[in-house]
């Protein structure tokens, strides 16, 4: 022991720390699937011992696999390797990771495999079912409904939501999910809008009042039979049964595909045909990742409907050009002009309505403002748009430093005899200030033809916005046109 301890190149670890290092390591499973990954692997070792099999290598989970392949699906695959992949490494030091060729046999059962999804539940079921079904029955399954479609729930954050995690705001509900599978605290809110279907604040009222009192939990959702909430906790198979039972009320077909993720499922699908973007849906669903965003994205009908339109009619819908951003790439929102005055001329000229203004008619400045954030020769070096700032304001219509006036003779005379005069004005009043530079002065005079250009570019930009308006509505008229004689035409064909 001495030796060791003299000996500086030489490292001496005590077996206390190594148990402690070894009781930390086994504790890195997750604490909600320890047994299921203690399953798997306690599955892999019987399968060893039967084949005579010590250690692991590639070969060995290739054979393992092979005959898994035969029982179950790629699905099933895959979550048997990554569970075999963590605890391998932590209990026999082996990185399977490394195995590509079992990567590439795992990828290749998986690319003819086709998951089946739950099916969805559209707007009009939504609110037909809230109009429809009696609250004698289906107060909860209402109540649950709008939770999960409003704040697109997973079933065990249903069956994990807290009295505490709602907060009442009269007129809008402020909803808590703490617990989430990627462990991403989410916020929503549902808010009452009487004009469309039923109050859904006054169902969450309704239910909430029928809570007993004394009950020794704090789960919102409780059991409800006859008209009453019972002190029985509403069990997670319950929470999975809700979208069959619903399907089979609105006599939809396949009520059993309708499985316990309907209810996000539709969620993120009714936002998606909204014309939302990835990040509006990252941030309602709480996923890190893009692909299962962009998934949702690429099944909206909505969206597939746009892309007809702008492809066959050359037209995009009023909905999702509102949804669109209207500045310009590499530019801020400063260099737009958002007047109000632009909007008060355009409207009193009545060249077009509102909902056109909306649509995204804005015309960027060639004049960009003051300070160095804008202005394309005095971009901060670490801007990471100064490129696209440059190419933008400066290939665009040309735009160049306007030049500054100078006076000359008898002009320059009487402007210096009058600072003169305010000078000695001053130093009789005691309120002497230091002389303004010739600089300042400059300055001073070039600010002043600036302003004077910017109104005269206001007024002619006015003039181009009101002919590219008078150009579009001839394209509408014209694209009109073509509609009404495809209709016509349909109708004649349908005639026949």
Avoid at 99 to 111: A, D, G, I, Q
């Amino acid at each position: 022991m001495a030796q060791s301890f003299l000996n500086e190149d030489e490292l001496y670890v005590p077996e206390d720390i190594i148990k402690e290092a070894r009781s930390v390591i086994e504790n890195l499973l997750l604490r909600k699937s320890v047994s299921l990954y203690e399953k798997e692997y306690n599955i892999f070792c019987a399968w060893r011992k039967s084949r005579n099999i010590k250690g692991v290598s590639e070969e060995v989970l290739l054979s393992y696999f092979a005959e898994k392949v035969k029982k179950y699906k790629a699905s099933t695959l895959w979550s048997c390797y990554s569970k075999l992949k963590s605890t391998l490494l932590i209990k026999e030091q082996v990185d399977i990771s490394k195995f590509l060729s079992l990567k590439t046999f795992l990828k290749r059962e998986y690319s003819t495999y086709t998951p089946i999804k739950s099916n969805v539940l559209e707007r009009e079921h939504f609110n037909k079912f809230l109009e429809d079904a009696p609250d004698k029955i289906y107060l909860l399954i209402k109540v649950a409904l709008v939770m999960g479609i409003g704040g697109g729930c997973r079933m065990d954050e249903l069956h994990k939501m807290k009295i505490d995690d709602i907060e009442d705001r009269d007129n809008i509900l402020i909803i808590q999910v703490p617990e989430t599978k990627t462990n991403k605290k989410r916020m929503f809110t549902i808010v009452d809008n009487t004009k469309i279907g039923v109050s859904k604040l006054a169902l969450y009222k309704k239910y909430s009042d029928l809570r007993p009192a004394n009950t020794p939990t704090k789960s919102f959702f409780l059991g409800y039979r006859n008209e009453k909430c019972t002190k029985q906790v509403v069990g997670i198979n319950t929470f999975y049964k809700m979208p069959r039972m619903i399907a089979e009320f609105l006599k939809l077909p396949l009520p059993e595909s309708y499985t316990g993720h309907c209810f996000r499922r539709s969620s993120a699908t009714l936002l998606a045909n909204t014309g939302a973007n990835t990040l509006m849906m990252k941030r309602h669903g709480g996923w890190k990742s893009n692909s299962v965003v962009e998934g949702y994205i690429d099944e909206s009908v909505e969206n597939k409907k746009e892309i007809c339109n702008r492809i066959l009619m050359g037209t995009s819908s009023t909905k999702n050009c509102q949804g669109f951003s209207n500045e310009l790439p590499g530019c801020s929102g400063a260099n737009l002009i958002k007047s109000e005055d632009v909007v008060n001329f355009i409207k009193s000229k009545d060249v077009v309505n509102e909902n056109t203004v909306k649509c995204g008619i804005t015309v960027s400045s060639t004049h960009p403002p003051r300070g160095s954030q804008h202005h394309p020769r005095r971009l901060r070096r670490d801007s990471p748009n100064q490129k696209e700032a440059e190419t933008v304001l400066l290939a665009k219509e040309g735009w160049r430093r306007p030049r500054k006036t100078r006076k000359k003779g008898k002009e320059l005379e009487k402007e210096r005899q009058k600072d003169k005069n305010r000078r000695s004005r001053r130093r009789c009043l005691g309120q002497a200030k230091k002389p303004q530079g010739h600089r300042k002065w400059r300055r001073n005079q070039a600010g002043k033809f600036k302003r004077y250009w910017k109104s005269w570019r206001l007024e002619e930009m006015k003039r181009e916005i009101t002919e590219e308006i008078k150009e579009l509505r001839k394209e509408n008229q014209e694209v009109k046109r073509e509609i009404e004689q495809l209709r016509e035409e349909f109708k004649n064909k349908e005639k026949k």
